[in-house]
Each structure stands twice: as structure tokens, then as C-alpha cells.
């Protein structure tokens, strides 16, 4: 009998896995079009007048 709510409770955190799984999925949506990350990251550091020292020298 024990083993019945066993199941059940394996069961209910499998599906509750899979639900937080298929929520967190929808998040990863890409942005249409294309994306410079470089000339957005350099656009930010200007106008908080930052120095990018992550760059090559």
C-alpha cells in the first residue's frame, strides 16, 4: 500500500519538474532581427560614460 503513495509522490514532482521546465522555455525567445551586442554594449558604456575594459588592447 506504502508504495502506491510512493508513486504518486514521484509522480507529482515529475510533473511538477516538467511544468517549471515548460515556463522557464518561453523566456529564451530570441529578439527579432538582428542584434549587435557590441555596438549595444558600447551605446550603454558611453552614456554612462564608462571606460570598456573588456576590449583588446
Same mark, same amino acid.
Given at each position: 500500500?506504502?508504495?502506491?503513495?510512493? &508513486?504518486?509522490?514521484?509522480?507529482?514532482?515529475? &510533473?511538477? !519538474?516538467?511544468?517549471?521546465?515548460?515556463?522557464?522555455?518561453?523566456?529564451?525567445?530570441? !529578439?527579432?532581427g538582428r542584434f549587435d551586442f557590441d555596438r549595444y554594449k558600447a551605446e550603454e558604456l558611453s552614456r554612462r560614460g564608462l571606460f570598456d575594459h573588456t576590449k583588446w588592447r
Open positions: 500500500m506504502e508504495w502506491m503513495f510512493i &508513486l504518486l509522490g514521484v509522480g507529482v514532482v515529475v &510533473l511538477i !519538474v516538467f511544468l517549471l521546465m515548460a515556463t522557464k522555455s518561453h523566456d529564451r525567445e530570441s !529578439v527579432p
